[in-house]
């Protein structure tokens, strides 16, 4: 009875947050296979010890971490030589949405081209910075915490990114111009 | 700068993927309990072997009776007492395709997942093995006593650590088996550790 329920919250939770956590693993590993292993291996792994969590405990939380942790992870080893603009890697090319087309409006499928650039131009650990602030909306200390860095060194490197795409805009509207 | 933040914000969200099966999440962590099940019986079947057979051993030490005649004996000790023995295998999934794993107390062995028969043993300080699997590719597999809070198993390579296909081995929950293709990992391993979830080193060889 209670193994049953714990399944039905277990089921809940990945339609909730799998989602997420493959998008987050294929922004920080740049490859869509690879974020689909490491989101199967985490759900498994939270699987294995949904039974032993108490109502306090935050599997979201968890299951991030080791996202994180193993995206990271996973980045660093393709990463050497470090990626380039030039290469992105097998992530999935930006697609348009429904709402693009109904709209007409490029800008949105344009945003994700060249965010896709500044992020493939940065370190692993830059790239998890920016993607935990700004996909995640974790606050600066929380994401020194979890990746084990000085709070302070979060928003100097989300600064950066931001005008890295301030330029990449700038650039694709003058050569729409 | 909000204006900027809110574009880069709404891209990482476009274009996210369907949620996962939880279904097959649920099979594919039953799967790998089962099989720690089936391995800790396999485990116990050993020891009660290798305990019978010291036993044995010290009986003929002590210079015990002959047994009665008709009286059942356990056969002699060898030196590969604890090797896996054809025909008497418990259904263990495999690790990779048509290899499995057996965990002896002295030993650890990749096993013919079809009749048992040993493809290559190790004693148990030696962490890695390699091994083909049945259409003959090349597979790095790694087993450590890295404690429950194991989330990842690497090997060091000199670019870089490689992660392996992490889950539960036989005997305990202390014990964890890793594996990765040849290609991804083709030096011989300079270390090897295990990550917790956190990423903290908790174990290393």
């Known amino acids: ?177 | 700068m909000t204006a900027l933040e809110d574009r880069l914000r709404a891209a990482l969200r476009a274009d996210a993927p369907p949620p996962v099966d939880a279904e097959s999440i649920m099979e594919g962590a039953q799967r790998r309990r089962n099989m720690v099940a089936a391995r800790v019986g396999a485990a116990v079947v050993a020891l009660v072997v290798v305990a019978g057979v010291a036993l044995g051993l010290v009986s003929r030490s002590r210079g015990d009776q002959a047994p009665e005649p008709g009286a059942i004996v356990m056969s002699t000790p060898a030196a590969g007492a604890a090797e896996p023995q054809p025909g008497i295998r418990p259904s263990i999934p495999d690790i990779v395709p048509g290899r499995s794993l057996s965990v002896f107390p002295d030993r650890w062995c990749l096993v013919s997942s079809s009749d048992g028969r040993p493809f290559g043993c190790a004693p148990l300080k030696d962490h890695v093995q390699r091994v083909s699997d049945d259409q003959g590719v090349g597979w790095l597999v790694m087993l450590a006593a890295s404690g429950p809070d194991t989330a990842v198993l690497q090997v060091e390579q000199t670019a870089a650590w490689v992660n392996l296909r992490t889950s539960p081995a036989p005997g305990s929950e202390n014990r964890w088996v890793g594996v990765v293709p040849s290609t991804e990992a083709p030096e011989e391993p300079r270390a090897s550790r295990a990550l917790s979830a956190e990423g903290k080193e908790i174990w290393r060889a």
């Open chain 1, 1 to 177: 009875m209670a193994r049953a329920l714990n399944d039905r919250a277990f089921v809940a939770f990945v339609a909730a947050s799998s989602s997420r956590l493959q998008l987050l693993a294929q922004h920080l590993s740049a490859d869509q296979v690879t974020a689909g292993d490491i989101t199967r291996t985490v759900l498994e792994n939270v699987y294995r010890k949904w039974d032993r969590w108490g109502s306090s405990a935050d599997p979201y939380a968890y299951a991030r971490r080791l996202v994180v942790q193993l995206s990271t992870e996973q980045a660093r080893q393709a990463a050497a030589p470090p990626p380039t603009a030039d290469h992105q890697g097998p992530a999935p090319t930006p697609r348009l949405s429904t709402g693009d087309l109904a709209t007409g409006d490029l800008a949105p499928l344009v945003d994700r081209v060249l965010v896709r650039r500044v992020l493939a131009e940065l370190t692993p650990r830059d790239r998890a910075i920016v993607v935990l602030r700004y996909l995640e909306d974790m606050p600066p200390a929380a994401i020194g915490q979890q990746l084990g860095i000085r709070k302070g060194l979060v928003e100097p490197v989300c600064d950066r990114a931001l005008a890295q795409l301030h330029k990449y805009a700038l650039q694709t509207r003058e050569g729409e111009a």
